[in-house]
């Protein structure tokens, strides 16, 4: 079939989704809400189709399985398409390009997006920035990315993460410290900054411990003026003397100072009190 650039309609169940999607996540409520939109206003961009390249008789999703996805739910039948003559290379392309132009893709998706089109035409990251307009900077970001555990990226596809919580995580190169900060991010509901000054007061407890230099010196004036802080403040609650130790990467210890028998009365008296 030769390539048509107008619109027709076909049979959504004549189509089939492409196998090399870029997007991997489609929200259950996005999709709700484009179906019922779709319900009232019709689709107001047709999907972009290729002939399967197996299946004779089908066409495969180039761009707009979204869509196609919230066509079957809104119960269509038919779906408005622009059928194009595409090899396999050529409708990777389109789909990648397709969906970085959208804003609704997660960090990850993007990533790998930026990630397949530098593999597909061999191009430095400089050199996609430029094809694409963009800044270097924002695809070395989003590639790293693609470096994290799984389980940090499914939660980034997800919405638990931010990118910039996961920029922080990349910080630490351990992936045993990635998915240890993970757990607690996630408990705590940490913002990205808190996660940023939970990163550095790991490196800078790892620097302090590598280097005999450090060790003297202590952790870096940020966090070590943080801890004095913490100390200050606890040792007036406490009407004693008390310091903090860390431990790497998220353990540490409190000492506090007594001088009898009554003060030792006296503190445990208060901690009890404070549970």
Not at 132 to 150: E, F, H, Q, Y
């Amino acid at each position: 079939m030769s390539e048509q650039k107008s619109q027709r309609f076909l049979p959504i169940d004549r189509i089939k989704p492409n196998p090399h999607q870029p997007r991997q996540y489609f929200d259950p409520k996005a999709l709700q809400e484009l179906s019922q939109s779709i319900k009232q206003q019709g689709v107001l961009q047709p999907l972009i189709v290729r002939n399967h390249p197996i299946l004779e008789g089908y066409f495969e999703l180039v761009a707009g399985e979204r869509r196609w996805r919230a066509l079957q739910l809104a119960g269509e039948t038919q779906a408005p398409v622009i059928i194009k003559k595409l090899g396999d290379t050529e409708a990777l392309e389109v789909a990648l390009l397709e969906n970085i132009q959208r804003e609704d893709l997660t960090p990850i998706e993007e990533g790998q997006c930026y990630h397949e089109l530098m593999q597909l035409h061999g191009l430095t990251q400089e050199e996609l920035a430029t094809k694409l307009g963009k800044d270097r900077s924002t695809i070395a970001n989003m590639v790293r990315l693609l470096a994290l555990p799984k389980a940090i990226q499914q939660d980034l596809e997800m919405g638990r993460l931010s990118a910039g919580h996961a920029r922080a995580l990349l910080s630490l190169s351990e992936h045993s410290e990635q998915l240890k900060l993970r757990e607690r991010i996630l408990l705590n509901n940490w913002s990205v900054r808190e996660t940023e000054k939970q990163v550095k007061l790991i490196l800078g407890v790892r620097e302090s411990r590598a280097s005999p230099t450090s060790a003297k010196i202590g952790i870096d004036d940020d966090l070590n003026t943080e801890l004095r802080s913490i100390e200050a403040e606890l040792q007036r609650y406490l009407g004693t003397k008390m310091r903090i130790e860390l431990k790497p990467p998220f353990q540490g210890e409190i000492r506090l100072s007594y001088f009898s028998a009554e003060e030792l009365d006296r503190l445990l008296a208060l901690l009890r009190s404070a549970r």
